[in-house]
C-alpha cells in the first residue's frame, strides 16, 4: 500500500481509568524513568514515562489518580499517556 501513495495509519484507542493508588515503583530502561503503578482492585500494571508526564512524579501510595492511557496491553501492563 505505501508504494501507491496510500498511507496507514495506526489507530490508537484510550480509556481512563480511576482509582486509589496501592503500589508506585520506578525503572530505569536506556536512561529513560517509568513509573509503574498498581491501583486498587485492578489487576494490570499502568506504566507512566516520567520526562513525558511529570505530575506523576507527586503521586504516592494512597493518593487517588486518573489516568488516560492506551488499551493495547503489553505484558500486563498499560502505558499511560495522561494523568490527572
Do not use: C, W
Not at 480509556?15 to 520506578?26: E, S
Amino acid at each position: 500500500m505505501l508504494g501507491n501513495g496510500i498511507t496507514v495509519k495506526e489507530v490508537v484507542v484510550s480509556q481512563t481509568v480511576t482509582g486509589t493508588i496501592t503500589d508506585i515503583r520506578d525503572i530505569v530502561i536506556d536512561g529513560n524513568t517509568y513509573i509503574y503503578v498498581s491501583l486498587s482492585g485492578k489487576d494490570e500494571l499502568y506504566s507512566v514515562k516520567a520526562g513525558d508526564i511529570l505530575s506523576i512524579l507527586k503521586k504516592k501510595i494512597g493518593d487517588s489518580v486518573t489516568f488516560e492511557y492506551d488499551t493495547t496491553l503489553i505484558g500486563g501492563v498499560y502505558t499511560v499517556t495522561k494523568v490527572e
